[in-house]
C-alpha cells in the first residue's frame, strides 16, 4: 500500500474576496479549524488574523463515515 501524497487533515486555504474590517489588509482566506467547541470554517485575514467569520462545519472535522451497504 502505498502513502497518500498528502496528509488527510491537510487543508488549502482558499482565497476569499474582499478586506479585513481590522487591519483593511486584502489577504483574507477560508479554511476549517478546531476549536473548544468542536469544528469551525473560518475567514481570517492572514495578515493580522482578525476573525472575520465562524460557521460550524462538519461535526468530525475530516472525517467522512460512509454508509454500509446490507
Known amino acids: 500500500m502505498t502513502p497518500p501524497s498528502k496528509p488527510a487533515a491537510a487543508s488549502e486555504k482558499e482565497p476569499v474576496a474582499g478586506a479585513?474590517?481590522?487591519c483593511g489588509a486584502r489577504d483574507l482566506a477560508r479554511y476549517p479549524v478546531l476549536a473548544a467547541g468542536g469544528w469551525f470554517e473560518v475567514v481570517k485575514c492572514q495578515r493580522c488574523l482578525h476573525?472575520?467569520?465562524?460557521?460550524?462545519?462538519?461535526?468530525?472535522?475530516?472525517i467522512k463515515l460512509g454508509r454500509a451497504e446490507l
Open 51 to 62: 476573525s472575520v467569520s465562524r460557521e460550524p462545519w462538519h461535526r468530525l472535522g475530516y
Open 20 to 22: 479585513c474590517p481590522q
